[in-house]
């Protein structure tokens, strides 16, 4: 699933991308959760090597 949300990304070159926060552990349903850190890590891998993440 990473690789393929990493795939789109780099095709449609979004500016925002909105996903489950993965922290909050008894708020959201465990499925959320892993989406929203499967979203971040294919942000992470998407990205150009050259670019800095903003926390």
């Known amino acids: 699933m990473r690789r393929e949300i990493a795939r789109i990304v780099r095709l449609l070159k979004p500016e925002v991308v909105l996903t ?3 922290k909050q552990r ?3 349903h465990p499925d959320h959760r892993a989406v929203g850190l499967c979203t971040l890590d294919a942000l992470a891998a998407s990205r150009p090597p050259d670019l800095l993440l903003c926390q």
Do not use: E
């Open 26 to 28: 008894y708020q959201v």
């Open 20 to 22: 489950f926060g993965p």
